[in-house]
């Protein structure tokens, strides 16, 4: 079965660090890419997704996502975080081999300090 | 346009009780999808319809059913009620080509 490792559980910043959360995929067809954010309280919105063309996908409130294929990867960036950024991000994949239900990471928590 | 709509908010249930969460799209997309979260599990989907008419297991079908009679609605019924089912419960839809669109969400507490 397909799966997706999303490696940090819970990851602490100060405001203005780097970040990047990293997210494995187990499959390898044809898959469609997606960062989900959730702030607390809320419900998850879309952040990224990549279908095709330029690995390197740019989403909305300065975050992106690279998508190397040779790794299965799919990270997700931000070269400086906000105390705004403090939320839940989800990675998901959904496979094209019939009717799939999108995939989902188990979460990272990320906390940013002033 | 609402997006996806979920009915109740929030609720406080006995155990043993029957419930039925409401969800309502008006996107018009073919596929739906019932997950719950829970701390430190993510999102596990407990059950999915690719159309109106046809639905699917998901992770954690147990104890939960669905239906789909139209296009724009998908509920969830708990037929019995139990504490491990207490959660929040998320609603989506995708388009095809699988974006998914949650629903605000609904927090059940079964006592």
């Known amino acids: 079965a397909q799966s997706v490792s999303q490696h940090n559980h819970h990851v602490i910043l100060s405001e203005a660090a780097s970040l990047e959360l990293g997210c494995n995929y187990s499959y390898g067809g044809t898959v469609n890419l997606f960062w989900y954010v959730q702030y607390p309280g809320q419900h998850l919105q879309l952040l990224l997704k990549y279908f095709s063309g330029d690995p390197l996908v740019k989403g909305i409130k300065g975050f992106e996502a690279e998508f190397i294929k040779s790794k299965f990867s799919f990270n997700l960036r931000k070269p400086s975080v906000q105390w705004s950024d403090t939320a839940e991000y989800f990675c998901?994949?959904?496979?094209?081999?019939?009717?799939?239900?999108?995939?989902f990471g188990k979460g990272t928590r990320l906390s940013v300090i002033a | 346009i609402a997006g996806i709509t979920q009915a109740p908010t929030s609720q406080i249930l006995a155990a043993g009780r029957r419930m039925t969460l409401r969800c309502t799209q008006d996107?018009?997309?073919?596929?739906m999808y019932w997950y719950r979260q829970d701390l430190g599990l993510g999102l596990r989907l407990i059950h999915y319809?690719?159309?109106?008419?046809?639905?699917g297991k998901g992770e954690v079908p147990d104890g939960y059913s669905v239906s789909r009679a139209n296009t724009d609605d998908f509920p969830l019924t708990l037929a019995s009620a139990v504490p491990s089912q207490t959660s929040v419960y998320f609603c989506?839809?995708?388009?095809?080509?699988?974006?998914?669109?949650f629903g605000p969400g609904t927090r059940l507490l079964v006592l």
């Open positions: 998901a994949v959904i496979v094209f081999s019939g009717n799939t239900p999108l995939v």
């Open positions: 319809s690719n159309t109106a008419g046809t639905t």
């Open positions: 989506a839809s995708s388009d095809s080509q699988g974006t998914q669109y």
């Open positions: 996107m018009r997309h073919n596929a």
